[in-house]
C-alpha cells in the first residue's frame, strides 16, 4: 500500500458514496467491512513555523521630537499670547494705565486680528506678495521661513483670539467694580458679549472642532455672528456712556474717534467679505468607486488651492484639495473621500448643483513657486491637494503611496497623471500590487537625492504625516506637513489651539 501524505499530495481519493436508503444501510452493516488503515512515517514531525519576530521600532531623538512639536505655530501663540499675557497682568496690577483706560481698543484690536489671519482675501494677497517677490532668488533658508510663516498663521490666530477673550473678561470685570459709575445697559451688554465670545472660542478648540463638527459650525459661526452684533451694541454704549457725568453723548463725531469703533468696523468688513464670493455652481460627479467621489466644476484654477463646498449656503461647509491643469484649464476638480455624511451624500444623491466659495484660500503648496525643485508626496486621497503642482510645473516629482489608485479614483484622475507625468519624475505605489507599504523615508531620500530638491512637502494621514515629518528632520530634508492637533486619545486635523473665524 502506497503511503499517504497530503503535504505531498499523495492521499488517495476518498469512494463514491451512494444516496442514504435504509434497506441498503442495513444490508451494509450485516457485512464484515474492513476499514483501511493508514500508516505515516514514525520520523515525520510537524514543525509549526514560528511567528516573525515584529520590526523593532526605531528611536526617533528627543530633539527631532521637540523641533517637530514646537513649529513656527506655537512658536507664534506663544509669542501673541504671551505679551498680551504680560499686558493684562500689568493692567490688573495697575501698572498699565493706558490698557485700562482703552481696555475696548485691546479686546477687539485682538479679535480683529485673530479674524484677518483666517481671512481668505487677506491670504491670497499675501500669498501673492511672498511668491512674486522671493520665487527662488534668495537663501534658500529665507525661502523656507516664508513658507513656515504662511502656514503656520493659525498660531496668531489663536493667540490673539484668547487673548482677545481674556482682556474682554478683564474689561467686563472692571465695569462691575465700578456699578455706581456704570449704566445698566452698558453692564448687561458687557455680559452678553462675553459669553458670545467665549461659547464661539470654546466651541473651536480641536475635540469639539473634530469630534462634534456641527455643533462648532453651529456654535462657532452663529454665536459668533451674535458675537460680533453684541460687540457693536457694547462698543457703541460704551463710547457714548459718560461715566463722570453720567449722560450720553450722541454726537457721531465723538464715536468715531475711538480706536475701539474701527477695530470693530475692521471685524465686521473682515468677516463679511468672503460671504461675498458664495455661488451656487453646477458640478458633475463622477463615482469611480463606493471610497472616492470627484467633484468636477468649470474653470481651470492656479496650483496650491483649496476650495470650500456645501449642499447649503451657510452650512456645513467643507474644504477640499483643488486638481487643475492650470489657469486656462477648462475644468477643476476636488477629490472627495467617502466618510462622513456630506461625502456619503455625494454618492446616495448626486447633486446637479453645489454651494461654493468663488475665491479659492491658499494651502501650502502655493508656495511651491519659491523652489527650483521639490518632491510632492502624498497617501490615499491626499492626492487631491498634491497634484495640481505636479501637474503645472515640471520641476516637481510627484509620490503618490495608495492601494490599486487606478481603479479606486478612476481615469480623470488617471489621465491626468499620465497626460502630464512622465516616469522620470513619477512615482506611483500600489500597495495592494506589491504586497505592502514601502520603505517610505528610503523611496523619499532616493527621490530627493536624483532629482535635486530643495524641498519636500506631505499630504498624508496623522501616522504617516508623522514618520515622514520625524524622518526627514532627522535626515536634514527641509519638509512641511499636514498640519495636525492632537489631544491625548484623538488624532485630529489643524493645530488651532482655538480658531476665532466667524465667516
Not at 55 to 76: A, D, E, G
Not at 79 to 87: A, D, P, R, S, V
Not at 350 to 374: D, H, M, Q
Not at 383 to 400: D, K, N, R
Request: charge should be positive; proline fraction near 5%.
Amino acid at each position: 500500500m502506497n503511503i499517504v501524505d497530503p503535504e505531498k499530495g499523495t492521499l488517495d481519493p476518498l469512494p463514491l458514496r451512494t444516496p442514504f436508503d435504509e434497506k441498503n444501510e442495513k444490508a451494509a452493516l450485516s457485512q464484515d467491512l474492513t476499514i483501511p488503515t493508514f500508516e505515516l512515517p514514525k520520523s515525520k514531525e510537524v514543525v509549526i513555523a514560528p511567528r516573525p519576530t515584529p520590526k523593532p521600532k526605531k528611536k526617533v531623538p528627543k530633539w527631532v521630537l521637540f523641533v517637530l512639536w514646537f513649529n513656527t505655530y506655537r512658536k507664534f501663540f506663544t509669542f501673541t499670547f504671551g505679551l498680551n499675557m504680560i499686558g493684562l497682568t500689568l493692567a490688573a496690577s495697575g501698572h498699565f494705565p493706558y490698557a485700562v483706560k482703552y481696555s475696548g481698543a485691546m479686546v477687539v484690536g485682538n479679535l480683529n486680528f485673530a479674524i484677518l489671519m483666517r481671512n481668505e482675501v487677506f491670504g491670497r494677497l499675501l500669498y501673492l506678495f511672498v511668491n512674486t517677490c522671493f520665487a527662488k532668488w534668495p537663501p534658500l533658508w529665507f525661502r523656507l521661513g516664508c513658507t513656515s510663516v504662511l502656514q503656520h498663521l493659525g498660531g496668531i490666530h489663536s493667540g490673539c483670539a484668547l487673548s482677545g477673550v481674556l482682556w474682554l473678561l478683564l474689561k467686563v470685570i472692571n465695569n462691575f467694580r465700578h456699578l455706581d459709575v456704570n449704566h445698566d445697559a452698558v453692564l448687561i451688554m458687557g455680559v452678553v458679549t462675553n459669553l458670545a465670545v467665549m461659547i464661539s472660542a470654546l466651541s473651536a478648540f480641536p475635540w469639539v472642532r473634530n469630534t462634534h463638527h456641527n455643533v462648532f459650525e453651529r456654535h462657532h459661526r452663529f454665536v459668533g455672528w451674535i458675537g460680533l452684533i453684541a460687540t457693536w451694541a457694547f462698543v457703541i454704549l460704551g463710547d457714548t456712556y459718560d461715566p463722570i457725568t453720567r449722560t450720553w453723548n450722541l454726537n457721531g463725531v465723538a464715536l468715531i474717534r475711538h480706536q475701539d469703533f474701527w477695530f470693530t468696523m475692521g471685524m465686521t468688513v473682515f468677516i463679511a467679505l468672503p460671504w461675498f464670493f458664495v455661488r451656487e455652481v453646477e458640478v458633475d460627479i463622477e463615482l469611480p468607486s463606493a471610497k472616492v467621489a470627484i467633484i468636477r466644476f468649470k474653470r481651470g484654477m492656479q496650483q496650491g488651492l483649496l476650495g470650500r463646498v456645501s449642499r447649503s449656503s451657510i452650512m456645513e461647509y467643507h474644504a477640499f484639495g483643488i486638481v487643475s491643469e492650470g489657469r486656462d484649464a477648462k475644468y477643476h476638480y476636488m477629490i472627495a473621500g467617502v466618510q462622513g455624511d456630506f461625502t456619503k451624500s455625494l454618492v446616495n444623491d448626486p447633486p446637479k448643483t453645489i454651494w461654493t466659495r468663488e475665491l479659492k484660500f491658499a494651502g501650502v503648496s502655493n508656495t511651491s513657486t519659491l523652489y527650483t525643485r521639490g518632491i510632492r508626496i502624498c497617501t490615499g486621497t491626499g492626492i487631491g491637494a498634491a497634484l495640481s503642482t505636479c501637474l503645472q510645473s515640471p520641476y516637481w516629482y510627484l509620490i503618490w503611496i495608495g492601494s490599486d489608485q487606478e481603479k479606486t479614483f478612476g481615469p480623470t484622475i488617471s489621465g491626468l497623471i499620465h497626460k502630464h507625468l512622465g516616469p522620470e519624475r513619477l512615482v506611483l505605489w500600489d500597495s495592494k500590487l506589491r504586497g505592502g507599504r514601502p520603505d517610505t523615508m528610503k523611496l523619499l531620500k532616493e527621490a530627493y537625492t536624483t532629482w535635486n530638491a530643495e524641498v519636500v512637502f506631505i499630504t498624508s494621514n496623522y501616522i504617516g504625516n508623522t514618520e515622514i515629518m520625524r524622518g526627514c528632520k532627522e535626515a536634514g530634508i527641509p519638509a512641511f506637513g499636514t498640519l495636525w492637533d492632537f489631544v491625548r486619545g484623538f488624532h485630529i486635523r489643524r493645530p488651532q489651539l482655538l480658531t476665532l473665524h466667524i465667516q
